[in-house]
């Protein structure tokens, strides 16, 4: 994903905050996990922690390992994912 996929998203689970909480909380998640990569990878290469770059850099594909999860499941009719088209557009752009 593109930071501006990520703002997009981000800006919609902003908006809906009210009426989709747990929508909010779950890409909060993500977004902290891919925080969480993105800064444990060069402190864990630093302490030569082979196991634990490897974590952190999986970590940093977190957003967009959930979007795919999200269109998965909403491709098999198990949930609704109301934000997903903001992705889809700008992918066909780029």
């Known amino acids: 994903m ?3 996929q990520l703002a997009l998203v981000k800006a919609w689970h ?10 909010f909380h779950a890409w909060d998640t993500v977004l902290t996990l891919w925080l969480m990569g993105w800064t444990g990878a060069p402190g864990m290469a630093l302490l030569d922690e082979t196991w634990a770059v490897v ?6 594909f977190s957003p ?5 999860a ?4 909403q491709r ?18 780029a």
């Open 2 to 4: 593109t930071l501006a």
């Open 70 to 73: 999200r269109d998965h499941l």
């Open 76 to 93: 098999k009719g198990w949930l609704r994912c109301d934000w997903l088209h903001l992705v889809r557009g700008t992918q066909s752009q």
């Open 55 to 60: 974590g952190f850099v999986l970590l940093m």
């Open 14 to 23: 902003l908006d809906h905050h009210a009426t989709q909480p747990l929508e």
């Open 64 to 68: 967009s390992a959930y979007v795919v």
